[in-house]
């Protein structure tokens, strides 16, 4: 008996703990009643779903436009071809992201170059890109606010704005995300209050899950119209004249893509979204607990920011062993990320480049599990553990 046991254990078909990994998401009954309306509804696609997620997302957010789309990378992509960016345009762009960051900067032809981080904030370093903006002509920046760390969005845009640069805040990390600005205002990551436009993802490892989703906010009229005119192939019936009397009639006038979110899915979102607060709240706590009972080193940052937490990275010499002995214990830690110009594709296209700072923060990082519906024993035994491995 007890042989099968272990057998059973070995192939993972029997957990002595659950597994406990860096992220997950909570779906509860009124995520699934919402999500039935909508499929009881008329719409399963372009219906008033989507509208009212946006809604709800720019009242959070503090945007004046919203619009939701079939995923972050999606976003990304959309903001490259509202700004118009082509080939023989260069950008900036932090080296700690995920690589749909850059990626969507590639889509549009342009190219990338890659600034260090910060080592205390691990966001886009400010000096290094005042130097970077000032050194050559750069089209725009595009900088993430990691792991739930709002960027200086204020310093960043004095900063493109003096070199005439756009500037687009990648959000997926940071919705509820704040910070106070030099004159004491509260300004929400991805408000797009100082950048020309943010992204957000509803992947289910952040904050709110769609399955796939993600959306694009701004404050100003023309990208709007832009964005949503990209998202859905390019094609409008605005400004068509003989619309009453041939209601059919549409105009395609970019190339646009089909990167339209379900009714399906901004109905999860929107009730996602309703929970947000208790789900912030939650995170806090748990990085709290983190900070005050292990030894290691972790995201530093000035008070006037509030941490909306997607990860908690701590930061380990001895990140490989900690990785695995963690894992033998069934808690799944991951690392974020490979700094995007370590990827084969991009050493191919920019050869060998190596940014101290970035290469020193990769070799130690290590995100310790971070969810709003981790409880209390989750927490407990993955300090106890981490602290049993560095003893
Ligand atoms: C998740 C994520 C993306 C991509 O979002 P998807 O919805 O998975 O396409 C982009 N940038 C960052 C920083 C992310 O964390």
Same mark, same amino acid.
């Given at each position: 008996?007890?042989?099968?046991?272990a057998?059973?254990?070995?192939?993972?078909y @029997?957990?002595?703990?659950?597994?406990i *990994?860096?992220?997950?998401?909570?779906?509860?009954?009124?995520?699934?009643?919402?999500?039935?309306?909508?499929?009881?509804?008329?719409w399963? *696609?372009q219906g008033?779903?989507?509208?009212?997620f946006?809604?709800?997302l720019?009242?959070f957010?503090?945007?004046?436009?919203?619009?939701?789309?079939?995923?972050?990378?999606?976003a990304l992509?959309?903001t490259?071809l509202?700004?118009?960016l082509?080939?023989?345009?260069n950008v900036?762009?932090t080296?700690?992201s995920?690589?749909?960051?850059s990626?969507?900067?590639?889509?549009?032809?342009?190219?990338?170059e890659?600034v260090? @981080?910060d080592?205390?904030t691990?966001?886009?370093? $400010?000096n290094?890109?005042?130097?970077?903006?000032?050194?050559?002509?750069y089209k725009?920046?595009y900088a993430t606010?990691?792991a739930?760390?709002?960027?200086?969005?204020?310093? @960043?845009s004095?900063?493109?704005?003096?070199?005439?640069?756009?500037?687009?805040?990648?959000?997926?990390?940071?919705i509820?995300g704040?910070?106070?600005?030099?004159?004491?205002? !509260?300004?929400?990551a991805?408000?797009?209050?100082?950048?020309?436009?943010?992204?957000?993802?509803?992947?289910?490892?952040?904050?709110?899950?769609c399955g796939?989703?993600?959306?694009?906010?701004?404050?100003?009229d023309?990208?709007?119209e832009?964005?949503? $005119?990209?998202?859905?192939?390019?094609?409008?019936?605005?400004?068509?004249?003989?619309?009453?009397?041939?209601p059919w009639l549409?105009e395609?006038?970019?190339?646009?893509?089909?990167?339209?979110m379900?009714?399906i899915?901004?109905?999860?979102?929107?009730?996602q979204?309703k929970?947000i607060?208790?789900?912030?709240?939650?995170?806090q706590?748990?990085? !709290?607990?983190?900070?005050?009972?292990l030894?290691?080193?972790?995201?530093?940052?000035d008070q006037?920011?509030?941490?909306?937490?997607?990860?908690f990275?701590?930061?380990?010499?001895k990140r490989?062993?900690?990785?695995?002995?963690?894992?033998?214990?069934?808690?799944f *830690?991951?690392v974020h990320y490979?700094?995007?110009?370590?990827?084969?594709?991009?050493q !191919?296209?920019?050869?060998? @480049?190596?940014?101290?700072?970035v290469?020193?923060?990769?070799?130690?990082?290590?995100?310790l599990p971070m969810?709003?519906?981790? *409880?209390d024993?989750?927490?407990g035994f993955?300090?106890?553990?981490?602290?049993?491995?560095?003893k």
């Amino acid at each position: 008996m007890r042989g099968l046991l272990a057998f059973l254990f070995s192939l993972g078909y @029997i957990h002595r703990v659950e597994n406990i *990994t860096y992220g997950r998401q909570s779906i509860d009954q009124s995520d699934i009643d919402q999500v039935v309306e909508v499929l009881k509804s008329d719409w399963l *696609t372009q219906g008033p779903m989507v509208s009212q997620f946006e809604n709800a997302l720019a009242e959070f957010v503090q945007a004046k436009h919203v619009f939701a789309c079939s995923n972050g990378t999606a976003a990304l992509h959309l903001t490259s071809l509202a700004l118009g960016l082509k080939k023989g345009d260069n950008v900036l762009c932090t080296s700690m992201s995920f690589a749909a960051t850059s990626n969507a900067i590639l889509y549009s032809g342009a190219d990338v170059e890659f600034v260090d @981080i910060d080592p205390e904030t691990f966001n886009i370093d $400010l000096n290094l890109l005042e130097e970077k903006l000032a050194s050559g002509n750069y089209k725009a920046v595009y900088a993430t606010s990691f792991a739930g760390l709002p960027l200086d969005a204020e310093k @960043i845009s004095n900063l493109c704005r003096q070199h005439n640069a756009f500037f687009v805040e990648d959000c997926c990390h940071a919705i509820g995300g704040h910070f106070h600005n030099l004159n004491d205002e !509260k300004i929400m990551a991805g408000s797009s209050h100082y950048s020309d436009m943010s992204i957000f993802s509803f992947h289910p490892v952040k904050h709110i899950a769609c399955g796939e989703g993600g959306a694009v906010s701004t404050n100003n009229d023309e990208l709007a119209e832009k964005v949503k $005119l990209y998202r859905s192939h390019g094609i409008t019936k605005e400004n068509i004249e003989d619309l009453e009397d041939q209601p059919w009639l549409n105009e395609q006038q970019v190339l646009g893509y089909n990167y339209r979110m379900s009714d399906i899915l901004a109905g999860l979102g929107y009730s996602q979204l309703k929970k947000i607060k208790s789900n912030l709240d939650r995170r806090q706590v748990v990085a !709290k607990t983190y900070k005050e009972n292990l030894k290691l080193g972790y995201q530093k940052f000035d008070q006037r920011f509030y941490n909306a937490y997607h990860l908690f990275v701590v930061l380990s010499e001895k990140r490989k062993e900690l990785y695995h002995f963690l894992r033998e214990h069934k808690i799944f *830690t991951q690392v974020h990320y490979i700094p995007i110009y370590k990827h084969p594709y991009y050493q !191919k296209r920019y050869g060998d @480049i190596s940014l101290p700072k970035v290469e020193k923060y990769y070799e130690q990082c290590l995100s310790l599990p971070m969810f709003h519906g981790m *409880t209390d024993e989750q927490l407990g035994f993955v300090i106890d553990k981490v602290n049993e491995f560095n003893k």
